[in-house]
């Protein structure tokens, strides 16, 4: 039995963030593996592939299907990222 993990593991959103979030905040964003807890419920919990940006009082989260979370710049710096 042989599967696709190609197919499996693509996601249209892995190399940029989506269209809709790419025009309002998140132009040079970076992407990396964060571990969420209850900080981002729109997010989920767990180890997540995001695209992130830090701005003058926010932290700005994105998922690959484009659910944004914002969060103070304190529990930002918090979240474990993985780089």
């Given at each position: ?13 892995i190399k940029r ?7 309002t905040n998140f ?57």
């Amino acid at each position: 039995m042989t599967t696709n993990t190609h197919i499996i593991h693509h996601h249209p959103f892995i190399k940029r963030p989506p269209k809709k979030v790419r025009q309002t905040n998140f132009k040079n964003a970076q992407k990396t593996w964060v571990y969420l807890q209850d900080e981002a419920p729109v997010i989920g919990c767990g180890w997540r592939p995001i695209w992130f940006k830090r701005q003058r009082k926010w932290g700005y989260l994105c998922d690959m299907q484009g659910n944004i979370a914002r969060l103070k710049l304190a529990v930002f710096d918090q979240l474990k990222l993985q780089e």
